[in-house]
């Protein structure tokens, strides 16, 4: 693989007293690394269950921004620039009670590594997948031929639901309590399993991705550049950053301020704008070519200019952000080359109507992207197995995270536990194991598409471990038992947007970059995962039991997506199928030309595409972000090609302006949503 070099690294924002090139830098900093102090944990664990709580309450009641789902968490960025205006407070009056670089950090990844548990795709599936089995079942729909298949520990109470559903009531309550307490203790250890998996294999990946390979982690830019030195005026003084903030800012409050008053003008931002619609009348400027066959292939073509995607982007190697927007469109011409082969002709069978099988082969393109990776890291994993066993290595693991030995120990640990998790809810071993390490798989190939393209959401593949499996088994010989298993983790499989193990990582670099002590950091965020694991449970629970997981004043897709585990389970119990070749095909093409991207970008120093955008392409990533992908890789290349580094380091600040501006503009919108008991208008997503 290729070497990406962090454009980050050093400051963007020169103070007057700071040093001023890197041979300056090198030789003013200290080798010291910086202890994890014992205020800061105390502050990032008291942080936690606030964050926490205006997460669950911006997104399931007020409807604003997602403060949880975003790559670079919306509340943790707040909260660390609250952090700032505090500290700079006290630098000014109280100087020696002031928090350094290392403890504002500390307190940023503590709550980056924790919020996301509280979102979509974690608790916010899980706790109403486990509810609205019951309460939605009926005679018609069937789905109480699955109860005597549950372990009743690992589900509420029903008499415990009614309130649940109506609100009006409070989770804090004997009988309430009594009713979730068995839920909430099996799932908080699964899921700390889950976590401290990830955990220790972040510990193992950290050296060979960040010291070796240097990968650009653009993710970890805005909190790196906020707190260089305790969060110094030269950040915030800056003009070019100031501009890029203000235009971001001011484009989202206009829109926010439609929101409210749709009789005010404002400029387009979000693709969900039909607007901003390339192939749809009236607006689309495309659609009178797009109207017959097979052009009318193509779909919808959505524009989108969000600030932070184009900042985010535009710190990006050129390679990937071109990959990104070029197979997006590649896609699109496919399904034009299908409809013209007749594939989706009336009467088409469904494994020709499937061509070209794009989820598939993302699937296998996030599979073969981990199994080539891990392989072409097949020396270094030999030298971290014998520092382990502590045998004769290269590698001196006394400044890792975590000695080797323990990683790897923790590492099979936590997976055993969660296979023996889902035997105890009846699936199969050897499905359990296929299961878990294929999930392991697509996360890392996750982990490795934040850590180089730094992509403000990424949505997993198309494909799901779970369609996987029913598609290479055949659910008519997986049996009902199998089944309900399987389903009862499909909450995990639904949404990838909060995986945790990239703000692992993301943390480990953050502190590599601050030297700040990785192993008492380790020992932080295990604190924050297991708080944050404790605070989703009692914050979403008492929001439905106020709210009402059943009315008006609470989000109903999150209600709807509590069902869709037992849609799915309904279709494979009433459409039993066989082993689905066509889907293996698929599987396997994606595998393959992943292989072959990566041997090309390996062999060819001249080859311009990258598998992370092969295997994005084939999710629901791109439809929303392939036109800010697409402006901030132009802009870059034009910066590059007139000015050169130079006029790029100097321009630099203004895309990081327009990330924060995007965050400031999110954050306040969530606030007076919140605050103002209203629905607002929702910076982002979308």
């Not at 079942?137 to 298949?149: C, H, I, L, R, V």
């Not at 970890?220 to 915030?236: D, I, N, Q, V």
């Not at 981990?370 to 693991?397: C, P, T």
Request: hydrophobic share 50%; charged share 10%; with cysteine.
């Amino acid at each position: 693989m290729k070497a990406n070099f962090l454009p980050m690294a050093l400051p963007l924002f020169k103070s007057g007293n700071g040093p001023q090139n890197r041979a300056e830098s090198e030789i003013q900093q200290p080798p010291l690394i910086r202890t994890v102090t014992l205020r800061s944990v105390v502050i990032g664990a008291l942080l936690v269950p606030v964050l926490c709580a205006w997460t669950l309450y911006s997104e399931i009641v007020a409807q604003s921004t997602e403060l949880a789902v975003m790559s670079l968490s919306v509340a943790a960025v707040f909260a660390l620039l609250m952090l700032l205006l505090l500290n700079a407070l006290l630098k000014r009056f109280l100087p020696r009670f002031a928090l350094t670089r290392a403890e504002l950090l500390v307190v940023y990844t503590m709550q980056s590594t924790s919020i996301a548990i509280s979102g979509v795709g974690m608790m916010q599936f899980l706790h109403i997948s486990l509810s609205n089995v019951f309460h939605f079942a009926t005679d018609e729909n069937g789905w109480k031929q699955y109860f005597p298949y549950f372990q009743r520990l690992a589900f509420p109470d029903p008499s415990a639901l009614k309130a649940y559903y109506i609100g009006k009531s409070s989770f804090f309550l004997t009988d309430h309590i009594r009713a979730w307490i068995g839920p909430i203790c099996v799932w908080s250890l699964f899921l700390l399993a889950l976590m401290g998996t990830m955990l220790c294999l972040n510990v193992i990946l950290r050296r060979r991705w960040v010291d070796q390979e240097r990968l650009t982690f653009p993710i970890t830019a805005l909190p790196l550049e906020l707190t260089r030195e305790g969060g110094g005026r030269s950040f915030f003084t800056n003009k070019a950053m100031l501009s890029g903030l203000a235009i971001a800012f001011l484009l989202q409050a206009a829109a926010g301020i439609a929101y409210l008053y749709p009789s005010i003008p404002f400029f387009p931002i979000k693709p969900s704008d039909s607007r901003l619609n390339l192939t749809a009348p009236p607006f689309g400027l495309l659609s009178p070519f797009v109207a017959s066959s097979p052009w009318n292939a193509i779909g919808d073509l959505q524009m989108g200019f969000y600030p932070m995607v184009i900042g985010l982007t535009y710190l990006l190697p050129l390679d990937i952000s071109f990959s990104c927007w070029f197979f997006f469109f590649l896609r699109k011409f496919e399904d034009v080359g299908a409809t013209a082969l007749g594939f989706r002709d009336p009467g088409a069978s469904a494994a020709m109507a499937r061509i070209p099988y794009y989820g598939e082969q993302s699937f296998g393109a996030f599979i073969g992207f981990a199994i080539f990776s891990l392989w072409s890291m097949r020396g270094y994993l030999k030298q971290v197995w014998q520092a382990a066993l502590q045998r004769k290595s290269e590698f001196d693991d006394s400044g890792e995270p975590l000695s080797y030995r323990a990683a790897l120990i923790g590492l099979s640990l936590g997976f055993l536990f969660m296979v023996g998790f889902a035997v105890w809810l009846g699936l199969a071993a050897w499905m359990a194991v296929l299961f878990f390490l294929l999930y392991l798989l697509v996360v890392i190939t996750y982990t490795r598409i934040r850590a180089e393209a730094g992509m403000p959401w990424v949505f997993g593949p198309d494909m799901t471990p779970h369609q996987f499996l029913a598609a290479m088994q055949g659910t008519q010989s997986m049996g009902m038992g199998n089944m309900v298993a399987l389903t009862q983790f499909q909450w995990m499989d639904l949404d990838y947007r909060p995986t945790l193990m990239p703000h692992q990582l993301e943390a480990f670099k953050i502190a590599a970059e601050s030297r700040v002590n990785q192993r008492r950091l380790f020992g932080a965020i295990l604190l924050a995962t297991a708080l944050g694991i404790i605070c989703a449970w009692i914050g979403v629970l008492a929001c439905y039991y106020k709210y009402g997981a059943a009315t008006s004043h609470v989000d109903s897709w999150r209600t709807s997506m509590g069902s869709s585990p037992w849609y799915l389970l309904d279709s494979w119990n009433q459409n039993p199928t066989k082993f689905d070749g066509p889907r293996m095909e698929g599987v396997g093409f994606g595998i393959l030309l992943t292989g072959a991207l990566m041997l090309a970008r390996t062999k060819l120093m001249w080859w311009p595409l990258h598998p992370i955008g092969y295997a994005v392409a084939g999710t629901f990533t791109m439809p929303w972000l392939w036109c800010p992908t697409m402006i901030g890789w132009l802009i870059k290349i034009l910066v590059l090609r007139w000015g050169g580094m130079k006029l790029n380091r100097i321009v630099m600040p203004f895309f990081i302006g327009l990330i924060l501006g995007d965050y400031i503009s999110g954050s306040i919108w969530a606030l007076i949503g919140c605050f103002g008991g209203i629905s607002t208008y929702k910076v982002i997503p979308i």
